[in-house]
């Protein structure tokens, strides 16, 4: 029972670093580049409850996952930022369908797999310490939902350059250990029980 507790205790003292992180958007490589933040969103499981004379019981729901926010560098041509900006007109249709359509020849008649969807795969990979990779984040099924905007103004003193700020939502994430196909949460959850 002594050497029980060291079993218990995190293998690693090493603490999680808020710089050491890539972030890789198949279909905005250009965004991707110049990522400056980005995070892991929350994730909420709903309950239900179940009425009874006394008490409310509660069972499991679905989950749910927060938005996926990216701020990211716009470079002086513009062309990261109208990558999310085209992305967001042409699922939206603003204008007319031929923004749509023209959107749907290029999807269909790109040369790779990736291109020819509307969504998105994302990679978060989160490095140590040592800014070795550590694991990956997975999002699938991404789309942007609304890009910020970029504010001109000649009274600004000093120079700051413009970062947008992109919203995605996805359908699900996974962690993953690299170089493996489990996922974390999974060795996690075996090992606590």
Same mark, same amino acid.
């Given at each position: ?21 890539? +972030? ?21 499981? =709903? ?6 004379? +006394? ?36 699922? =939206? ?17 790109? =040369? ?9 795969? =994302? ?38 350059? +413009? ?31």
């Amino acid at each position: 029972m002594s050497a029980k507790w060291y079993d218990e205790q995190v293998k690693n003292n090493n603490y999680l670093s808020p710089i050491g992180f890539k +972030f890789i958007l198949e279909k905005a490589p250009k965004v991707s580049y110049l990522c400056q933040s980005v995070s892991i969103p929350e994730i909420n499981l =709903g309950d239900v409850k179940i009425p009874s004379p +006394f008490l409310q019981y509660p069972i499991e729901g679905n989950i749910t996952y927060g938005s996926l926010n990216l701020t990211f560098l716009v470079d002086e041509d513009m062309t990261n930022y109208l990558q999310m900006h085209n992305w967001i007109r042409a699922l =939206g249709v603003p204008h007319d369908y031929t923004e749509r359509s023209r959107f749907e020849d290029a999807v269909r008649y790109s =040369g790779s797999d990736a291109d020819r969807n509307i969504f998105s795969d =994302g990679t978060l990979t989160v490095l140590t310490n040592s800014m070795n990779s550590n694991f990956d984040v997975q999002f699938v099924d991404l789309i942007p939902t609304s890009l910020s905007t970029l504010d001109f103004d000649a009274t600004v003193s000093e120079t700051e350059f +413009f970062k947008a700020n992109v919203t995605l939502v996805y359908s699900y994430y996974e962690i993953r250990k690299l170089n493996t196909s489990y996922r974390l949460a999974d060795s996690v959850w075996y090992n606590d029980m």
